[in-house]
Structure formats: structure tokens, C-alpha cells
């Protein structure tokens, strides 16, 4: 078992016990190498000791939580956030793959998200290479623009995409299958509602239950055969008549919107 060395940055005296309390007695691959009240602190343990893996929270006096992602970035560390936020942050955290825990912390989720840091961790050390998720993420929040690129998690690893790239996205069951311009096809283990959430929502709409579309890829829509949209890569794709009156308001936006530009 591979013992990953991290610290609880928190400024609340309770939430770092309990989180501390919770690691020892469930998480044995878990090693508490320091405890951090602000970012200051954190950012001095960063710099004399080697850590694996970081429980932060994001709302603390003294330091947005999120000024350390730069250090860890750094130092080459993983983070799980343990915080709810505000909703961009959310999903900003949400589109780079990166975990976060809602308080108070649910031990089956604290015992999912060590078990993924450890696959990680392991694949991270393996390919050498710097976690272009948390750049992303530090990016999206610097200057809290729209969503650019997702980090989609598949088989045994992640491949970030641009969303510019993705033609549609369409449901299978509980997965996801992201239909890319390059003619790729990846499959997550995420429901369609998730990426609805994420996606910019003046260029990306959802036309069925198990369809959303990237309206920079619509060649044409028609009623021949019902309400269908044809995209720049051939395919076909029906609109279901209660999405209808949505993608029609979508499209008079967007055709607004790039006809200004």
C-alpha cells in the first residue's frame, strides 16, 4: 500500500479534528504530516516537507484557499477541496476533475476520493508530468471566465479537451460519450446533466434527453422528418418537440450573438 504523505488546511478547529479523526480511523493509506490553520501556514509546510496530498478549504480569513493552488501546482501535489463554495468555483473544481468534499465530510465519499488521489498519484509519479488539471483550474479562477476546457476521467487516466472541440455529447445510460472534431469518441461515467450544468450555455444546448450539441458545429436544422439538426461532421440528430421551443430561442441568441463579432 502506497502511504501518501498530507496535510488539513482549515481555520476551523472542529472541521480539522473531525476530518483528522475521520482519515485515521478510515483512510490507512492516509499520513498526517501537518495541520494549517490559514494559507500561510500551509505555505511554510510546502516548503520544508514533502507532501502527497492536500484536505483544503477554501473560505478562510486570511487567505482564499485557493491562493495555495499555485504552491501546489509547484510542489507537484494534489488537493481535495473540503468546502461547498460559490457555484462558479463549483464548477471550476467540476470541470478540471479535481475532487472536493462537501461539509460535513461523508465517509464513503472521503474514502472514493483517497482511493482516486492514490490511482493518480500513482499514474502522476509514473508519467512525470505536471497536473495540467490544477493549472486549468487556477486559471478558470484568476480570471473567472466561462468554462474553456474539461479534464474528462477514462480508463485509467484523464484527456483534456478543449470545448471548442467537442460536436455533441450524447447519453448512454449513466455514462457520457463526448463525440470530438477529431473524430474521437470518449466515454465517462458521468450522466449528460452534469456537462448541461457546465457547459456554456449560449453555445452549448441540449436538443433531447440524450443529446447536446456544440451550436459552433450546426450546419442546419429542418422539419422534414420532425425536428432535426444536421452537423458539420455528417451526422443527424432529432430535437424532441419539448426541447424545441429552447433550441430555437438558443439559436436567434447565437445568431445574434456572432453576428456582432
Not at 490511482?119 to 512525470?128: D, G, P, R, S, V
Not at 456537462?195 to 450546426?218: A, G, M, T, Y
Request: charged share 25%.
Amino acid at each position: 500500500m502506497t502511504i501518501l504523505k498530507a496535510i488539513i488546511v482549515d481555520d476551523e478547529e472542529f472541521a480539522r479534528s473531525s476530518l483528522f479523526f475521520l482519515l485515521q480511523q478510515n483512510c490507512p493509506e492516509i499520513e498526517i504530516t501537518g495541520i494549517a490553520r490559514s494559507v500561510a501556514e500551509a505555505k511554510e509546510i510546502l516548503a520544508h516537507h514533502s507532501i502527497d496530498l492536500i484536505f483544503l478549504d477554501i473560505a478562510m480569513p486570511g487567505g482564499n484557499g485557493f491562493e495555495l493552488i499555485p504552491d501546489a501546482q509547484l510542489h507537484n501535489v494534489a488537493v481535495i477541496f473540503t468546502t461547498a463554495y460559490d457555484q462558479y468555483a463549483l464548477k471550476a473544481i467540476k470541470a478540471n476533475a479535481l475532487d472536493y468534499l462537501l461539509k460535513p465530510i461523508d465517509i464513503d465519499e472521503l474514502k472514493i476520493a483517497v482511493e482516486k488521489v492514490s490511482l493518480y498519484t500513482k499514474l502522476h509519479q509514473a508519467n512525470e508530468h505536471k497536473d495540467e488539471r490544477i493549472t486549468n483550474l487556477a486559471s478558470s479562477l484568476s480570471n473567472r471566465s466561462e468554462i474553456r476546457k474539461l479534464t474528462l476521467p477514462y480508463g485509467q487516466g484523464f484527456k483534456m479537451i478543449d470545448i471548442d472541440d467537442i460536436i455533441y455529447i450524447e447519453a448512454d445510460s449513466n455514462y457520457s460519450v463526448f463525440h470530438l472534431n477529431n473524430h474521437d469518441k470518449i466515454t465517462v461515467s458521468k450522466v449528460l446533466r452534469e456537462f448541461e450544468e457546465l457547459l456554456p450555455s449560449d453555445q452549448f444546448v441540449r436538443i433531447h434527453k440524450s443529446s447536446i450539441i456544440n451550436l459552433n458545429h450546426l450546419k442546419e436544422y429542418n422539419s422534414k422528418n420532425g425536428l432535426q439538426v444536421h452537423l458539420k461532421n455528417g451526422e443527424s440528430i432529432n430535437v424532441s418537440r419539448r426541447r424545441a421551443s429552447d433550441f430555437f430561442e438558443k439559436i436567434k441568441h447565437f445568431i445574434k450573438s456572432n453576428g456582432e463579432h
